[in-house]
């Protein structure tokens, strides 16, 4: 990656099936951005927002090195509209089954966001998730995928170079496209993650197309509290292998 250079931030609206969508972009103060990261955030339904340390943590440090990177918030989270996640059904159903009824919405937010920033850069080059968001664009990078080779989108559209998950929701959700994607991929959990089984991971991950790479290191659970530095970093040595 580039040297470190000054951000800027700026709050942005896009159209979404439900509404507008809450935005952030973060871009170099001073030079053109080279590629484009999105990134997907956790579940809102535990308190995920755009600014999570995580989401925060990554959007800055790719910005910092000469990338344009967006981040977003869910339907009914922040500014974005839509009816409040926060509800009496909605939590008891997530805690009943750590998934609520209507997450297909949240694709919709999820590929909202992507046909932003294809519109605002031409192309998403890198997409990142973090916990249910790594699920979100993970599938959203696949079906991207699937496309193009069915000529059923434009190639500005789907010129998508890798994918990173962090800490993936593979209890909770379906991630058998990862057998299909054939994209350069990252997975990266702490190996003390509750909510990530660390032979489970190692499992299900043996059985996902190349090329691919596993990191599990104990870093503070689930929330990488503390740890936000070296993820970044973790990621940033990944991309410089397929940029």
Not at 63 to 70: H, K, Q
Not at 194 to 213: G, I, T, Y
Not at 216 to 234: C, K, Y
Request: net charge negative; aromatic share 10%; with cysteine.
């Amino acid at each position: 990656m580039p040297d470190i250079a000054t951000i800027i931030e700026e709050r942005v609206s896009f159209s979404g099936v439900a509404g507008q969508i809450e935005g952030m972009l973060a871009y170099p103060e001073h030079d053109e951005p080279q590629e484009s990261l999105l990134i997907v955030g956790p579940h809102p339904m535990l308190g995920g927002d755009f600014e999570n340390n995580v989401v925060r943590e990554l959007a800055d440090l790719f910005a910092e090195r000469r990338c344009l990177t967006l981040r977003f918030n869910f339907r009914g989270v922040g500014q974005s509209d839509g009816a409040a996640i926060l509800s009496t059904d909605n939590i008891a159903e997530f805690w009943a089954r750590s998934r609520i009824s209507d997450e297909q919405g949240f694709a919709e937010d999820t590929a909202s966001a992507a046909d932003f920033l294809i519109t605002t850069f031409d192309q998403v080059s890198h997409v990142v998730g973090y916990s249910f968001g790594a699920w979100l664009g993970s599938r959203w990078a696949s079906e991207s995928v699937n496309r193009r080779q069915s000529d059923e989108a434009p190639t500005t559209a789907t010129d998508v170079r890798s994918v990173t998950l962090v800490a993936p929701t593979i209890s909770q959700h379906d991630y058998s496209h990862m057998t299909r994607l054939n994209l350069p991929k990252l997975v990266i959990a702490s190996s003390d993650d509750f909510a990530v089984p660390a032979d489970d991971l190692r499992r299900q991950f043996a059985d996902w197309s190349d090329p691919k790479e596993l990191i599990l290191e104990d870093v503070d659970n689930h929330f990488f509290r503390g740890h936000e530095a070296w993820l970044s970093d973790q990621v940033s040595t990944f991309l410089r292998g397929e940029t």
